[in-house]
């Protein structure tokens, strides 16, 4: 399996962004397995941010919960964050997980998010 996030790039305090990870594999990788997002600023620990299980159920950081939803598409097999009332402490690398059926990790690169003004 092979995960490819995109969608970072800079963005202003209070602006908006939506994240994909596209995977590969399977027809049924997306669906079969628990995905989530994480974040590490420079010198930080990797962070998680949001889950969805395989049959959907989301859960979230407290620190990003109403600001940010994850959400999947089973038949393009892409992973989404959308990122809102964003601020410069969200600025990090964002980084998709995939968990499948037989208990293997998966991570793809990243891709960067900053917020400045």
């Known amino acids: 399996v092979q995960l490819q996030a995109s969608g970072g790039g800079l963005v202003q305090p209070g602006g908006s962004l939506r994240l994909s990870c596209s995977a590969s594999?399977?027809?049924?990788?997306?669906?079969?397995?628990?995905m989530n997002w994480y974040r590490q600023a420079p010198g930080e620990q990797r962070e998680f941010l949001a889950g969805?299980?395989?049959?959907?159920?989301?859960n979230y950081a407290d620190s990003v919960k109403g600001r940010f939803t994850i959400s999947k598409d089973n038949v393009k097999k892409t992973l989404y964050l959308q990122l809102n009332s964003l601020k410069p402490e969200d600025t990090a690398v964002y980084y998709c997980?995939?968990?499948?059926?037989?208990?293997?990790?998966?991570w793809g690169k990243g891709t960067q998010v900053t917020v400045s003004s």
């Open positions: 997980n995939l968990y499948d059926k037989y208990g293997f990790d998966y």
């Open positions: 594999g399977s027809s049924f990788i997306i669906s079969d397995s628990d």
């Open positions: 969805i299980s395989s049959g959907g159920t989301t």
